[in-house]
């Protein structure tokens, strides 16, 4: 398990609108189409001498940011699960800011996957936004969950998930853990009217007001989808999962990619 650390604490909650992702749409333009442009263009035709990169986390002040670009793969979290299905790497040939993004490569297989970094910021909370960029490309699209919010105190899951029949759109998921019948999980599924779209990348953010008990999806600037949370939600210590889960026998090879996590606290 890697050793847990963090950024400065934010004083504000940034507005979603500012959750774009990790670089310009002249850079965005340029990794859709199968590779970064020059480091440091800002998308004049001469720029003169090359500009420095400024690392997307060194712009921030959020409880939490990883880009992905420097140091061990996964080391700023507090843990980590891979199953025998699935490769994690750092990619340099698709990545939303460069130099690199964090993949998650699927095999074929009978059985389910599992595959994602967990962060504990350790610290309470009313409002958070746990915002990311996604990219899937394989050619057996199917549901599954690419990321969680949860509070380890009720304990109590909102996850970002990619649900229904194809084409699978965009939803939330809320999970009260042994809230139910027996101890079972109490699962309630609320989905979008948006497809997801593969072979490009996606900016997502995930709000969740813990005290106002709403909790709302934004994709690419917009939002598609929002939910109310149970009473069960209280103010207090959270943490954000980026990775693949609930991926149930992959017909194709996957690969998911991440890029540009933040997590930001009121």
Known sequence: MAAASTCAACTALVDLASFTGGSTPATDAGNDAGGPGPEGDAGAEDAGADVPRIPFCAATDAAFCDDFDDGDLGA????RTVDDASVQSKDTAQMRSPPAS????VAPRTGGVESYFEKDVA???ERAVWAFDVRIDTTSLDTLRIATFRQPDVPAKVRVVL????????GLMEILENAGEGGADVVRTTASTV???TGVWHSVALRVD???RTTQL???GTQVVSAPLASAWVVGNVEGYL???SLNNPKSRWEIRYDNALLTLQ
Do not use: Y
């Not at 964090?102 to 490569?105: G, H, M, S």
């Open 195 to 197: 497809a997801f779209t």
């Open 102 to 105: 964090f993949l998650v490569a």
């Open 123 to 125: 610290k309470t909370t």
């Open 218 to 220: 934004t994709v690419d």
């Open 243 to 245: 990775g693949i889960g």
């Open 163 to 170: 649900t229904g029949a194809a084409p699978q759109r965009w």
């Open 76 to 79: 700023s979290w507090s843990g």
């Open 210 to 212: 813990i005290k106002g």
